[in-house]
């Protein structure tokens, strides 16, 4: 039982993360039909921006704030300027090869810009063990939740209590009404984009404490997004949500209990599952479809 | 395929005949590669570039036909027998594989598609008694067939040719029959395909396992190639830079995955005095070409024929 809440604390801390990068994922499809492949190299890279950051001598809290900056220009603006807009008159498939080429190019210049061996990467707070009950829970997982929950509800307040949140809301489920209702929508979907940058510099700076700053982190980061993405429903925020902390959650608890060495199949036959039995996704809206 | 095309075609078959002739080792070992890849590649253009069904699973199809082979010649069976069980094992891997793709299209088909590799990678890992894990199989054999020893370097490269060239005739002829037909219409309209009386269900399944035994065949020659084989060389990577490929030399085009074999197995030794920047430099390329020309190489070849054309036509008319 003990075991069963240390693992769970750190499933759920995992999951968070998970939901943030589904998240982001689920944002940039909503409104711009982007499938970014590179999603998770987009949450590779801010790390070794805040460890350059810190080379050059700045203290952890203000590197902090330049990664989720600089992950906004490159991984918002510039992805979007560059990358997206000159592709989105070609379709959904042109776009996915071109950010499949965009991930092996980001993992190929942090390993050859910055280093191919795993960075260590300081913690938000110091570890410390506490004692509940008989478990051990570490501050660090109970940090990680914490920022991810915060950051959670903020998205949320964002998205239904303000009004460019609701004006994002609109662009995604409907451009074209929303465009005659004026709605900016070009703006809007700029907004998203730099959402994005925002939550995956996020995750970065949470998850890689934990994991090491390594240029392949993207690999299984960003399949864990999918597939929390397409459990949860492709098509909403808190489906995204959902689908990251099942996901999380199963990860810790299967490895413990099934197999680690199979740690990895468990998501991949759950998604298959959830694909051929509910496409949608848990939460999913069924996507009405144009002949 | 004007006169024109042909003759192209003609000049680089005997190309790659003499090629061998001039290379040292490691040359006909890069071209060799380059067949191989070839082979995949054109299986992955059928699934993708004529059926329209995105695969992240032909690296997978490839790992599974090297394995195949690799665990059966040790066990004295022929390599003709063995070459076969791999791409009649992939087939019907690939048939099952499809029915996912009758449910779900584009990205969903993607991810399902990501997913299966990623399990086969995990298996061909995990299961030691089988696979001997992650130290690989070593020493796959190079066959005699009928006397002619394919040990050498260059014997194996014909052998590797010769498959390359009877599977492309026969991929040429399938095309021009009414499954090629069917295919080009599952990509271009499948609702209008269905109720022209198109066993669409059929055909989709078709073009993926067809897609896979050409994965298995490529495989098969793989492992007896590089006679070392482990399950890394099959992870996801080699599944996505197939696609590449096959995108790179142009998708839904014949000769599409020729070029773009040739440009995966040549650019990283031209470029090698980037050193290590080869593959950003790569990369970096694709992502302009898709934003410029999604039709690849040979359709901007193409695209630059016509210009010179009209071109030419213009220049006759003014006088």
Known sequence: MASFIQLLVSGLATGAIYALIAVGFTLLWQTSQTINFAQGEFVMLPAFFVLAAMNAGAPFWMAGLIGIALSILILGILFKVIIVDPMLKYGVLPLVISTIALSLFLKESAKDLYSSQAQPFPALVPAVDIHVFDAVVSTQSLAVLAVAIVTVVALNLLLNSTRVGRQMQATAQNPTLARILGVPVKRMVLYTFLLNAVLVAIASILISPIYLAKFTNGETLGIAAFIAAIIGGFNQVRGAILGGVILGVLDNLSAAYISSQYRGALPLIILIIVILLRPQGLLGRVEERSV | ?319
């Open chain 2, 1 to 319: 395929m004007t006169r024109f095309g042909w003759l192209l075609v003609a000049l680089a078959a005997v190309a790659a005949v003499a090629a061998p002739f001039f290379l040292k080792p490691f040359g006909i070992f890069l071209i060799s590669t380059w067949v191989v890849q070839t082979i995949a590649a054109i299986g992955l253009n059928l699934t993708l570039g004529y059926a329209g069904q995105i695969s992240l699973a032909q690296g997978a199809f490839v790992g599974i036909g090297a394995y195949t082979v690799a665990l059966l010649t040790p066990l004295g069976v022929p390599f003709l027998v063995a070459f076969a069980a791999a791409g009649l094992l992939c087939f019907a891997v690939g048939w099952v594989l499809g029915y996912p793709a009758l449910r779900v299209q584009h990205h969903y088909l993607a991810f399902v598609t990501l997913a299966f590799t990623t399990l086969v990678f995990l298996v061909l890992r995990n299961e030691e008694w089988l696979t001997n894990g992650i130290y690989g199989i070593t020493g796959t054999p190079r066959p005699n067939l009928f006397g002619w020893k394919t040990g050498g370097a260059r014997d194996f490269y014909f052998l590797c040719l010769g498959v390359l060239a009877l599977l492309s005739v026969a991929t040429w002829w399938m095309l021009r029959s009414p499954w090629g037909r069917a295919f080009v219409a599952l990509r271009e309209n499948p609702i209008r395909a269905l109720s022209l009386g198109l066993d669409t269900r059929r055909y989709t399944l078709m073009a993926f396992a067809i897609g896979s035994s050409l994965g298995g065949f490529a495989g098969a020659l793989y492992a007896p190639l590089v006679q070392f084989i482990e399950p890394n060389s099959f992870s996801l990577g080699l599944s996505f830079n197939l696609l590449l490929m096959v995108i790179v030399g142009g998708s839904g085009n014949f000769f599409g995955p020729f070029v773009g074999a040739l440009i995966a197995v040549l650019l990283p030794e031209w470029l090698r005095i980037t050193q290590g920047y080869y593959l950003i430099v790569y990369a970096a390329a694709v992502m302009v070409m898709m934003a410029f020309c999604p039709a690849g190489v040979l359709g901007l070849a193409e695209r630059a024929v016509l210009l010179l054309r009209r071109g030419s036509k213009v220049a006759g008319a003014i006088p």
